[in-house]
Each structure stands twice: as C-alpha cells, then as structure tokens.
C-alpha cells in the first residue's frame, strides 16, 4: 500500500492517549458485535503497539484480565491486569505461555496479526491467511466454550474456505470492514461468536 498520511484516526489516537489508530476498529467492532464484556478475560495476538490492549482494558474493566502477545517488545502497562509477552503465535511455545498468565481459559480472542508486507500482493495474501490459521489454531486452543473470536484477514479466493473452518467452531460468524480501515486496505476482520468447545471441527 502507498504512504498515507497521518489521518484523522492518527490524530484522534494522539488526543486521547491511544497507543494505536487501530484502537478505533477495536471499539467499532465491539460496540456492533460485543466481543468483550465487563469481567472478560481477553487474549490479544500481534498486540503491538498495544491500542487494542487499552481498548480491551477498557472493555473488561478492572475485574477482567487482558493478556497481549507480539514479536515485537510491547512497552507495559501500569494495570496489573493487562499483561504483555514477547513471543511467535505460531509457536506452541508462546500459546502455552498464554495460558499460563491468562491463568484460566478465555471469553475472548483477538487477532490483528499483520504479517510484515512486502509489496507482492500474492506472497502477503498467502502468509495473512497462515497466520489467520495459526490464530484460529490458537483461540480453539485458548477459548473457553461460548467464548468469541475476532480476527483480521486479507480479501482473497481461500477466504470463503476459511471462514467456513471458523462456521464450524463457532455459532456465528459475521464479516465486516471498520471505518478506521486504511482506504486501499484489503483487510477484513471476521466475528465469530460462541465457540462450540474442542470437539467442533475435528
Ligand atoms: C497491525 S499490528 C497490531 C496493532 C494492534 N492491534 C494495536 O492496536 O496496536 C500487527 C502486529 O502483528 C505482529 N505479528 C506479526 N506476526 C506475528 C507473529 N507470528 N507472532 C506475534 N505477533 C506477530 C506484528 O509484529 C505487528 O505488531
């Protein structure tokens, strides 16, 4: 995608001490879908800078826990509740450290992973789809029955077969683009709803 200027979202973020323009998709997302709620505890993959982690803190509030994971180092948070680690979602390594600070299993999981874009639409579709994978692979493993799933996707042809991998695990499943999405993107994020348990999908 073309540099694009600091927008509006950039700027909002800036006033009100968001980490990330992102945190504006989160908070759309939410107020349609209603992910988290009051007491969660939430998983966020691919959390860096960490505008979906103030956001999912917000959301949960002091009685949830939000645990936030990147490869990228994510600067802490003063909360005691909100968690980060440095780590690879695609390694069993790093979901087990998950679990352990999450302590319980989870109502939610987010995933706004990005892999690093290299300008060759085919080779950035096919590791935004490997990576959705690995998040799935990851929430069905973190998610306590009924729990939610949100995560972000590329447009491409695998994501009808995908988003039918995601049917059969979860109740509903609802596809939407939020305002705050770079003009140009390709980015979408699904909304699965209420994980039928480890059984579903096998
Ligand atoms: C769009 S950014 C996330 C922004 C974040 N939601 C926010 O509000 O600040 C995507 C992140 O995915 C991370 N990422 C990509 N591959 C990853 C992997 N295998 N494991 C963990 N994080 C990954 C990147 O380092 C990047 O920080």
Known sequence: ?????????????????YRSRAAYKLLE??????VIKPGDRVVDLGAAPGGWLQVAA???????????????????????????????????????K??????????CVLSDVSPRLTGIRDADISRSIELARMALKAACSLL??????????????ELGAFSAGIKERFRSVDRTRPEATRKGSSEIYLCARSYRGPQAGR
Not at 1 to 13: G, H, T
Not at 98 to 107: G, M, S, V, Y
């Open 144 to 157: 306590a029955p009924g729990g939610n799933f949100l995560v972000k996707i590329f447009m491409s042809e």
């Open 98 to 107: 998950i679990r352990e600070a999450l302590a319980a299993p989870a109502n």
């Open 1 to 17: 995608m073309a540099y694009q200027p600091k927008d509006a979202f950039y700027r909002k973020a800036k006033r009100e001490g």
């Open 29 to 34: 997302l939410n107020r349609r879908f209603r």
């Open 58 to 96: 917000e959301l949960a509030g002091p009685k949830g826990k939000v645990v936030g994971v990147d490869l990228q180092l994510i600067t802490p948070f003063r909360e005691p509740n909100l968690i980060v680690l440095q780590g690879d979602i695609t390694t069993e390594e790093c979901i087990e």
